[in-house]
């Protein structure tokens, strides 16, 4: 086992995040060999948790990706008790992970200081949407709005359209940066010896992404929304094809691959239109372009277009839906889509992690979305080393509940 031993196996988390974003961190960390414990309870579950109808199946899709792999215990965090059940369990773990507002862990008896007491090297994330300090810590925030405060959202979509806010793809941005902290937190406690907080901002994230808009805006440029286009390269942009809402992304970044479109095209017109001569005259008549392209794209089998364009270098691809990427077979042998099982025997498709290590090959998801309090008899029983009649007391008095 020593040979294939995941990365962060040994390593125990207390999970006390809710939502997405720091669901996801945990997730991630799971994946790569920690043990992750989910702590809810019956009064106060993930609001994730929650089944509702979502891509015609009852089970609560966001919850279920960023589940996977956890241990569910029950601990009532509005009981005191429940709170010196929590510090146990922190005792026993080397990271704890929330994502509530900045406040709401001190006024539950659960600060930075008390978990301390719980374990004097505690590594203590804290995933929330302006952060920990400052002036807007008390924000409150969803994914579309961490892009909003980032500046992302002003940048996606049409010059003459609205800012397209961002959704799960920031809670997951999110989530992601998290967990490197953790990990490098982790490291200098290894080194040191020493506790550490870790403070994720999502509105910090979302800026890291738009580096070069923030150069341009300090040189006293105003970035604006582009939709497709790119401004150095054209064509660049998604083009339907003869298939019903299937639409084919192509970007031509080289001379090469400019000849490569036209030839698979088979345009005799374009070559000789000096217009077109150029990349800098194709960025410049980008509109016109792009519609020679479209004209000839949505007569076209959309996989034809991208076997026909791939073959001779040009880089393009259909825009996939959910389905197709569930279904691909690269991403089936590489582990980034897996099959897991669920309590109840059923399998279902999931997103494995996106990190291939040759020395720990086995890394990603082992099994599916976890009952509440499912694991409890291996938690309380087996790693606390609580007596059953213990847990009937706390259960009796809705401390594990």
Excluded at 56 to 84: C, E, I, M, Y
Excluded at 250 to 268: H, K, R
Aim: charged share 20%; proline share 6%; net charge neutral.
């Amino acid at each position: 086992m020593g040979n294939n031993m995941k990365p962060l196996q040994g390593i125990r988390i207390a999970d006390f995040t809710v939502h997405a974003a720091g669901p996801f961190c945990t997730h991630m960390l799971s994946q790569l060999g920690a043990e992750c414990i989910k702590i809810e309870s019956l009064l106060r579950p993930d609001i994730f948790r929650k089944p509702h109808p979502v891509y015609g199946r009852l089970g609560a899709a966001t919850f279920d990706q960023a589940a996977s792999n956890k241990l569910s215990v029950r601990v009532n965090l509005k009981h005191p008790k429940g709170v010196a059940l929590a510090k146990r369990l922190v005792g026993i773990s080397d990271i704890a992970a929330e994502s509530f507002r900045p406040g709401v862990m001190d006024r539950l008896g659960l600060s930075y200081e008390a978990l301390r007491e719980a374990r004097r090297d505690i590594i203590f994330v804290s995933v929330s949407s302006s952060g920990q300090t400052g002036p807007d810590s008390h924000f409150a925030g969803y994914a579309p709005l961490f892009g909003a405060w980032g500046g992302l959202g002003y940048l996606t979509g049409y010059a003459d359209g609205p800012p397209v806010e961002m959704r799960h793809v920031m809670d997951h941005s999110l989530g992601m940066n998290a967990a490197l902290a953790t990990v490098a937190a982790m490291l200098r406690r290894r080194a040191t010896g020493e506790p550490q907080r870790v403070d994720v901002a999502a509105r910090e994230v979302a800026a890291s992404f738009i580096g070069e808009a923030l150069l341009q805006a300090a040189a006293g440029d105003k970035p604006v929304r582009s939709g497709n286009d790119h401004p150095a390269m054209a064509p660049h942009g998604v083009f339907p094809s003869k298939d019903y809402d299937r639409w084919v992304t192509i970007a031509v970044g080289s001379e090469m691959e400019w000849q490569g479109l036209i030839q698979s095209m088979q345009q005799t017109d374009i070559p000789n239109n000096p217009i077109y001569a150029t990349q800098a005259s194709r960025c410049e008549h980008r509109e016109e372009l792009n519609d020679i392209i479209s004209g000839w794209t949505k007569l076209q089998d959309a996989d034809k277009i991208v076997s026909l364009l791939q073959s001779a270098g040009v880089p393009a691809h259909v825009s996939w839906n959910a389905r197709d990427i569930v279904e691909d077979k690269h991403l089936r042998q590489r582990r980034a889509i897996v099959d897991v099982h669920e309590p109840g025997g059923n399998l279902r498709a999931a997103v494995g992690v996106p990190i291939r290590l040759s020395k720990s090959p086995d890394v990603g998801i082992e099994m599916g979305t976890p009952r509440l309090g499912e694991h409890e008899d291996y938690v309380f029983g087996e790693l606390l080393g609580m007596a059953a009649t213990e847990r009937r007391v706390l259960q009796d008095e809705q401390v594990i509940y």
